[in-house]
């Protein structure tokens, strides 16, 4: 009898310290996903207003001025960030309309593999700072249309690609 109520109690202690460590465990898990949830928000929030610096641009009427101001956005964005850890440069491409291009590029320089855009990075980084006051004030005087944001979806939906259109405004009344 004794044996037997030495055996009850050992196995009564066995099942408080599973039930302790079950709990740990627990614990553990809710603490560790409590910490995961909130390292994904904080990365969400980051991504958003990453893209809401960009997104401002995203309307029918941009002009001349505001795309380099976006232009100078995007490469401090893709200077600052390194493609080794996983960021895909951000690019700013803009279509003339037909017989057009950006004062003072040619199309040996600025137009994309497709043949259809201009890097609109590229093109105030290298040629806009070199045209004369005529030249950069007919740039700043044109206006694009945002036809394009393309997003990354394999890694955190930030945006790495904004197309334009050039547009004619139309002064009449």
């Given amino acids: 009898m004794e044996n037997a109520s030495k055996a009850l109690i050992i196995a009564g202690g066995m099942l408080?310290?599973?039930?302790?460590?079950?709990l740990l465990v627990f614990g553990y898990?809710?603490?560790?996903?409590?910490?995961?949830?909130?390292?994904?928000s904080e990365e969400l929030q980051q991504i958003a207003e990453f893209n809401q610096k960009?997104?401002?641009y995203n309307k029918t009427a941009v002009r001349g001025y505001q795309m380099i101001?976006?232009?100078?956005?995007?490469?401090?964005?893709?200077?600052?960030?390194?493609?080794?850890?996983g960021y895909k440069p951000i690019d700013v491409i803009v279509k003339m309309q037909k017989n057009a291009r950006l004062p003072g590029a040619t199309d040996d320089e600025l137009y994309t593999e497709n043949k259809d855009y201009y890097d609109v990075i590229k093109y105030v980084r290298d040629i806009y700072p070199t045209l004369n006051e005529n030249?950069?004030?007919?740039?700043?005087q044109l206006y694009?249309?945002?036809t394009n944001v393309i997003y990354d979806e394999n890694a955190n939906?930030?945006?790495?690609?904004?197309?334009?259109?050039?547009?004619?405004v139309s002064y009449s009344i």
């Fill in 16 to 22: 408080i310290a599973m039930m302790i460590v079950g």
């Fill in 29 to 40: 898990n809710q603490i560790r996903q409590s910490r995961q949830s909130n390292v994904q």
């Fill in 54 to 56: 960009l997104e401002s």
């Fill in 69 to 85: 101001s976006l232009a100078n956005l995007a490469q401090d964005f893709n200077n600052r960030y390194s493609e080794d850890s």
């Fill in 135 to 140: 030249r950069s004030n007919e740039f700043k």
């Fill in 144 to 146: 694009f249309e945002c």
């Fill in 157 to 168: 939906g930030r945006i790495t690609r904004m197309e334009f259109n050039q547009v004619k």
